[in-house]
Every structure is written in structure tokens, then in C-alpha cells.
């Protein structure tokens, strides 16, 4: 149950049904969005939920979902459920469309497994198709929807003899205009005119009476008319009687067609159904993409805990202007916190968080997913009362408070444990402390009655009363003391204060005025506003506090395991160093071993001979220098591991200091590597060298010949000037017909069309950059880029590139029946 009837009214509910209906394709789905209502019937808004979410997943997803024809034929077919009564060419031909969607919506899910689309999947099971029916009217009707001349052997006949009968009177209209002109009735570049269907000679009204026939009209000034010769008049008149027999045949092969389809309308009104259904839950999904709604977890109970939950209309409004918007954290649970009492400053944010509840609690019990974070939980309810606004009426002869008392009435007497309440300034509009205690009173029996609510208030007894009662909670919509101005955040645990003199002296009031009603209210209650301002002010210090420390813990945690994970890498790289000095030791000894014993036998084979003796000390004693030179280079290892055992220190230190010194080889051989304006450099794939004329963060654009192009500097390499005179020099001496031959062949074979799905986003721009400068060079005039719909963030990237380019005159979404906004359609200037 809704209370009151304008429920949707005041919580905008009829604004989020209009943004809805303007995602439809067809009345089919905006006659659903209309029926859309209030579900209390847990098992079918889960449906509902799902078939939303998994449509979401296909827009994000799948580019193939059939969205040709959604069109509305219903009235037709209640036309025809009257014995004699057909359906026209176009109704045909719209009934023969839009069942040639329901088949490729049937076949499209068909593809599918139960696990990837199961709810709806359920619901295209159940649809009727009809290929014998698209067969038959496919036979009669041609691509344009209308009636083929072989639609039945007698049309056939008919309009075969109009054709011959036609031409006999063209020719025959022919032969007596050629005549007339060389008489000189008629000017030399008249022709042939049509008159009330039939065919015409224009000639002066002087020599009207020199050509035998009948005068079917005149010009505007009588100085023309337009006479059917009389020769052709009775040809005329057979071609007029079979056309009417054209006609009657059509009207009787419709009547044949309506009367193979009247005994199935039922079972059509059944897939016409479907087709709305199809189109509204696409509208839903589209619009939850606007939001960035999802699917939180629901449970069929009351309690719920909503995370980052945004109101849909104010998400929108905000997203506009690039503006953001502050996320409600909100938690409803038994029995402690069913109700929730907030208060706060004026304009502080309290009646959005009110509205807000009452908004998406009512958008997911219609089937729509919610803004908020897919971790949040949310309940289920069997009634949503509100209360808010003036409902003041002369008619009813109802003040403000008496609405407001003729809804307290309304809800103390139908409220259940299962009742959502949504009650904007409880108590007022009356005298405060009347009104203050009748709204308690009020609070406590809908407390007794296990209700879940949430309510705003300035009065003080309520703050009073809710920190006293089990059941109710209350909450403060936070502001900010020192800029005096609300946060729009709510905190849920202790009452807010209304700021009434903060806000009061900023507007302007005199101080005397402030001072005064300070000595009016009295000190116990100043002092009761400025503890609890107290309290939010050091609530807000220590929770700034706390998420300092959770952050630094954060930091330092990261750090800790990286040190960690470097650590264990030093140890690996420690042991393979280890490793590698004892492979290198043992080499040099077995070595050191075989030269000795080989220098010694050397030295007995030759018997002491001076010569060899001293050839065999000198290959010896060079291989002691290079044990030696290994030596010293195994002294290195040493240091090396010293080296990586301060590598962490020395990491460390560089945070916020100047690096050590480097060797004088390394920064010149980086600048050798750099590249800058005015450098030579190669592209890869590219025979001819190019010149720097600009260097970006990680690109450049490069002059080759002359054409400038940005590209990759990884894509560069840097070239001497010598190489680049020499490439040059090689490149220019090839002859100018080879050149225009080239030209000329990549002009046949150039395509416009590019695909950069699957790429990713640099690609898929270096991609189109090459494909626009191809498309200039050969003087094409458009190009077509079809990158896919998905987020859209790679069509709007490439729509930015785009807009830089200055021969591109204009770019726009290909037409929906051939891809949409998944193509681009560049127009290239001439």
C-alpha cells in the first residue's frame, strides 16, 4: 500500500517514469512504463531486479541484440478479427518487421546459455514466433512493402497488360507530338504531361482546335491546354479499367493474407507483449547506466544498510555541471534502529535524505536497479507511507497542521511491522510546544507498533525522546562550523544542532538582536545546542584522525611488504652472485692446474731447449696476469654484495635528495638516446627518415617529406645526420612516375572503413591517426571508424583526436539502423 495518491509527486517518482519512456524504441514499451507499479510480491521484483541487471550486462556487453523494428500493430490485428476486413500494405509490412525481430530476439537468447541470461532467457522461451507467417507475407510483398506483381497469376496478367497498353500509348503520344512540332502547334522542347492520370499534350490555345481529343485542363493564364489525342483515349480508358481490376485483385490477395491470419491474433497479441516487455526492460537498463545503478543484495525483510547510495534525479542534475555529489551511508535494522530521527540546519540536506529513501526503496520495488555500491543490503516492505509538503486545501477546508494530523492519523491507524515512514518536519505547524508533544506521543505509539521510519525534526524533546527509546536512532546532517555552510553528509548516532545564530549571523542579523534571543531562550538550552555542536566538531577532528591513521597504516604496510619483497630479492640475487664466484673459482684453478702441468711437460719434452723453455714461461706467465686480473675481479663480488645489502638504504635517502653521482659515460649516452626537436629519426615500417619539429611527453610529431604526423617516441629511432642525408639522398632519387604509381595504387585499394574494436585506448588512436592520414593522401571524402558502443570511452577519445585534425570538417553517429553510436562517420574536406 502507497499513502497518500500523490505518493510519485512529491518524491519525483514521475520525473524517473518520463527519463525511462524516453529510452523506448516504440508505444509497446511506453505503454509498460506507464503500467509500471509499486510490487510487493518479493519473487517478482527479484524477476524483475534480474532481467534489468542481465539487459545492463547486454549493453555493456554485446553489440548484436536485434533493435530493428519495435512497432506497434495491435490495432491492425483487432481490425482484422472481423470476417472481411484486411490489413493494408504497410500494416503487413509492419507486422512482417517487427515478428522478424521477435524471431531475432528468440534466436539471439536461443545462442545463449541458461547461465549467462537465465531470467531472460525464461521469458524468450516463452515467446511465439511465426516463420510461416513471415514466409507468406515475404511472398506477396516485395523489399519496399508493396504487393509483387507474382503475388497471384491474375495481378501478374494485369499489370503486364497496363505495361504494354502504357507503352503503346507512349509511343503512340510520341509519333502524334513529333507531328505537332514539325505542324508548329508546339514549341520544339515540350513533352509528354500528366492530367488526372492521364497522359497529355501541352499546346497553345490558339491551335487547340488543330489536335482531335479532349480538353482536360488548362494553364493557369488559359494560354495552354492540355489535350488527350483522341487516338489514345480509348487505350487510355482500357489502361483506367485495369487498374481498377489491379485494385480489386490487391484488395482480395489482403483479404486472403488477413484471413491466414486471423486464427493466431491471440498468440500475436501474446509476442507484441513480449516485444513491449523487451523494450521496457532495455529502457530501464539504459537508464540505470545513466545513474550507474546496479543490483544490491535484497533480502524480504525490513532492515536494510545502503552504501553510497545517491539520489538518481540529483545525480544527474550534478553530473550536468561536473559536479559531485555527497553519497548517503544510511542503516535500518531491529530493534534497536528501526527508526531513524534526523536533524540539523535548514537546508542542510535532511528532507533530500528523506526523499532519497523514500525514492530508491520505491524505484527497487518497481524493478529498477539503484545508485548505490552493489556491497550495500536493502529490505523489502509491504507499505510506504510519506509526509511531506503542504497539503493545505480551501476545498477540504484543511490547514497545514490538520494535513498533517489527517496523516498521523492515517498511519498510527495502518502501520505494521512491515511499513516504511517518510515524515519531514515532524510536529510542526503549530505552537512549538503543543506541536512538540503531540509528535511524541505520535513517535512513541508508531514505535510500539515495530514501524520502520525515517523522520526529520528541529524540535528538542524528539532528539530527547529518540536518545532514551530503544527502536529509534537519531542522526545529524553535518556543518561545517568554521565556513558556516552544511556538508550534506549524514552521521547517524547523536541529534544535530540547527545552527540557528551561526546561521543567523552570517545572513547578517544584528548582534543585539542574537544577544537578546540568547537571553530569551534561555542558557540550558544554549548550552544543550552548543554541546552537541561540541560533540560533531570533535567527532569530525577524531574521525579525521582515524582516517589519517588508516591511511598512514595503509602506507605503510605497502611499504613494508615491498621492502620485504626487495629483501627477498637481494637474498636470491646474493646466492646467485655466491654461486657464480665459486663456478668462476673453480674454473681458474682447474685451469691454473692444466697450464701448469702442460708448461712442465712442455719443458721435459723439449729437454731444456732456451727457445721453447722460454716460450712455455711466457704463455705461463701470461696466464698468471689473467688468474690475476680474475682475481681482482672476484675481490668485486664482495663489494657487489655489500653494494645490494645497502641498496634498501640507499632508497631510502633518495626520497626528497639529490641522486649520487653517476659515471660521466651514462648521462652522455642517455642524451645520445633522448630524442628532441630537430633529431633525424627512422619510424618503424617507414623506408623514408623524418625530422623532430615537436616533442611531447611521450610522443613527437615528425616531418616526413611533407607530411606531419604524431607518433610514439618508443616507435622512433634516432638517426645521425649523415644517415639521414644518405636515406634521403637514396629516397629522393627514385623516379616521379614510381611515386604516382604508388599513390596511385594505394588510391585503388585504400579502404574507408577501420575496425579498432578489441584495442586499447593508445592503439586504437594510433590506429585511426595513420587510417585519416592514408584517407587525406588519397582525397577520400569520408571515412567510417567502428570502435563499439561499451562505455563509450573509447569513442569519445577517438572524437577528441578527431576535433585536433584540421582537414576533418565533421564527425557524427553513424545512422541507428547500421550501427549507431558504435560508428563513427568522419567527413573529410575536399
Not at 166 to 180: H, M, T, V, W
Not at 450 to 473: C, D, M, P, R, S
Request: with cysteine; hydrophobic share 35%.
Amino acid at each position: 500500500m502507497i499513502y497518500p495518491t500523490s505518493f510519485e509527486e512529491k518524491i519525483k517518482f514521475t520525473r524517473i517514469r518520463e527519463l525511462i519512456k524516453e529510452s523506448c524504441l516504440s508505444g509497446l514499451g511506453k505503454e509498460q512504463v506507464d503500467h509500471m507499479q509499486f510490487n510487493t510480491a518479493f519473487d517478482q521484483v527479484k524477476t524483475l531486479l534480474g532481467q534489468t541487471f542481465e539487459f545492463r550486462r547486454i549493453c555493456l556487453e554485446e553489440e548484436q541484440f536485434p533493435i530493428g523494428y519495435f512497432i506497434d500493430v495491435r490495432q491492425a490485428l483487432k481490425k482484422i478479427r472481423i470476417e472481411g476486413r484486411f490489413m493494408e500494405e504497410k500494416e503487413l509490412f509492419d507486422l512482417k518487421r517487427s515478428l522478424t525481430t521477435v524471431r531475432d530476439i528468440s534466436r539471439f537468447f536461443n545462442q545463449k546459455t541458461r547461465d549467462e541470461y537465465p531470467y531472460l532467457k525464461d521469458l524468450a522461451d516463452q515467446v511465439s514466433i511465426f516463420p510461416f507467417l513471415i514466409e507468406r507475407i515475404d511472398f506477396i510483398l516485395n523489399k519496399f512493402g508493396k504487393i509483387k506483381d507474382n503475388a497471384s497469376p491474375e495481378l501478374a496478367r494485369i499489370r503486364r497488360e497496363i505495361f504494354n497498353k502504357q507503352n503503346s500509348i507512349s509511343r503512340r503520344l510520341a509519333s502524334i507530338l513529333k507531328q505537332a512540332k514539325k505542324s508548329g502547334f508546339v514549341e520544339a522542347d515540350v513533352s509528354v504531361a500528366i492530367r488526372d492520370g492521364r497522359a497529355v499534350i501541352p499546346i497553345p490555345s490558339a491551335y487547340k482546335r488543330k489536335l482531335s481529343g479532349i480538353v482536360h485542363d488548362e494553364s493557369a493564364t488559359g494560354k495552354t491546354s492540355y489535350i488527350e489525342p483522341t487516338e489514345v483515349v480509348t487505350i487510355n480508358n482500357e489502361v483506367r479499367e485495369l487498374e481498377y481490376a489491379e485494385k480489386r485483385e490487391v484488395v482480395k490477395i489482403l483479404i486472403e493474407m488477413s484471413d491466414q491470419i486471423r486464427p493466431y491474433i491471440d498468440d500475436l497479441m501474446g509476442s507484441y507483449d513480449f516485444l513491449g516487455v523487451m523494450d521496457f526492460i532495455r529502457a530501464k537498463a539504459r537508464f540505470a547506466l545513466s545513474i550507474e545503478a546496479t543490483l544490491p543484495d535484497i533480502a524480504n525483510t525490513p532492515d536494510f544498510k545502503w552504501q553510497k547510495a545517491v539520489h538518481p534525479l540529483l545525480y544527474l542534475q550534478h553530473k550536468a555541471v561536473n559536479k559531485e555529489v555527497v553519497p548517503l551511508e544510511i542503516e535500518l535494522k531491529a530493534p534497536e534502529q528501526r527508526i531513524l530521527l534526523i536533524s540539523g540546519p535548514n537546508a542542510g540536506g535532511k528532507s533530500v535524505c528523506l526523499q532519497t529513501s523514500g525514492l530508491l526503496q520505491y524505484m527497487m520495488q518497481c524493478g529498477l536497479l539503484v545508485p548505490m555500491d552493489e556491497q550495500s543490503k536493502m529490505g523489502f516492505f509491504e507499505h510506504i507511507f510519506i509526509d511531506i509538503g503542504d497539503e493545505q486545501s480551501i476545498e477540504n477546508d484543511l490547514s497545514t497542521y490538520s494535513s498533517h494530523l489527517m496523516n498521523m492519523k492515517y498511519f498510527v491507524k495502518n502501520s505494521q511491522a512491515k511499513t516504511l515512514l517518510l515524515i519531514d518536519e515532524f510536529g510542526t505547524g503549530t505552537e512549538p510546544m503543543l506541536g512538540g508533544a503531540i509528535a511524541e506521543s505520535v513517535l512513541s505509539q508508531l514505535n510500539s507498533q515495530g514501524v520502520y521510519g525515517v523522520i526529520t525534526t528541529h524540535y528538542t524533546n524528539l532528539k530527547h525522546f529518540a536518545a532514551q527509546t530503544e527502536g529509534i536512532e537519531n542522526g545529524a546532517m553535518l556543518f561545517d562550523t568554521h565556513r558556516i555552510q552544511p556538508v550534506f553528509q549524514l552521521q547517524i548516532g547523536q541529534p544535530g544542532s540547527s545552527f540557528a545564530f551561526e546561521i543567523a549571523r552570517k545572513i547578517g542579523l544584528p548582534e543585539n538582536i542574537l544577544a537578546d534571543a540568547k537571553e530569551k531562550i534561555g542558557q540550558e538550552h544554549i548550552d544543550f545546542d552548543k554541546h552537541l555542536r561540541e560533540i560533531v566538531r570533535d567527532k569530525r577532528y577524531y574521525e579525521q584522525k582515524r582516517n589519517s591513521i588508516r591511511i598512514n597504516e595503509k602506507k605503510l604496510g605497502d611499504v613494508l611488504e615491498r621492502y620485504q619483497l626487495e629483501l627477498q630479492n637481494i637474498k636470491k640475487e646474493r646466492k646467485e652472485v655466491l654461486d657464480k664466484a665459486r663456478r668462476d673459482a673453480d674454473n681458474l684453478l682447474s685451469g691454473a692446474n692444466k697450464q701448469i702441468e702442460n708448461t712442465i711437460r712442455t719443458i721435459r719434452e723439449s729437454q731444456a731447449e732456451k727457445e721453447k723453455t722460454k716460450i712455455a714461461r711466457q704463455q705461463l706467465d701470461r696466464f698468471k696476469d689473467k688468474a690475476t686480473q680474475q682475481k681482482d675481479e672476484g675481490g668485486q663480488i664482495d663489494r657487489k654484495i655489500r653494494q645490494l645489502k645497502e641498496r634498501e638504504k640507499r632508497k631510502l635517502q633518495k626520497q626528497g635528495k639529490t641522486p649520487g653521482t653517476q659515471s660521466a659515460t651514462a648521462p652522455a649516452a642517455m642524451n645520445d638516446l633522448t630524442i628532441k626537436k630537430g633529431d633525424h629519426v627512422k619510424l618503424e615500417g617507414q623506408p623514408l627518415p623524418g625530422e623532430v619539429m615537436e616533442v611531447m611527453s611521450k610522443e613527437a610529431v615528425v616531418a616526413f617529406g611533407n607530411m606531419m604526423t604524431t607518433v610514439k617516441l618508443s616507435r622512433l629511432e634516432k638517426i645521425s645526420r649523415n644517415e639521414y642525408k644518405k636515406e634521403v639522398r637514396g629516397k629522393t632519387q627514385m623516379p616521379a612516375s614510381n611515386v604516382a604509381e604508388r599513390i596511385r595504387t594505394r588510391k585503388l585499394t585504400f579502404s574507408p572503413e577501420i575496425d579498432v574494436r578489441g584495442q586499447r585506448a593508445d592503439e586504437a588512436i594510433q590506429t585511426v591517426m595513420a587510417h585519416v592520414d592514408e584517407a587525406i593522401m588519397c582525397e577520400a571524402s569520408s571515412v567510417r571508424i567502428l570502435h563499439g558502443k561499451g562505455n563509450g570511452i573509447l569513442r569519445q577519445m577517438i572524437r577528441e583526436y578527431l576535433a585536433t585534425v584540421p582537414l576533418v570538417s565533421s564527425f557524427r553517429d553513424e545512422h541507428l539502423q547500421h550501427g549507431g553510436s558504435g560508428i563513427t562517420i568522419v567527413e573529410l574536406e575536399g
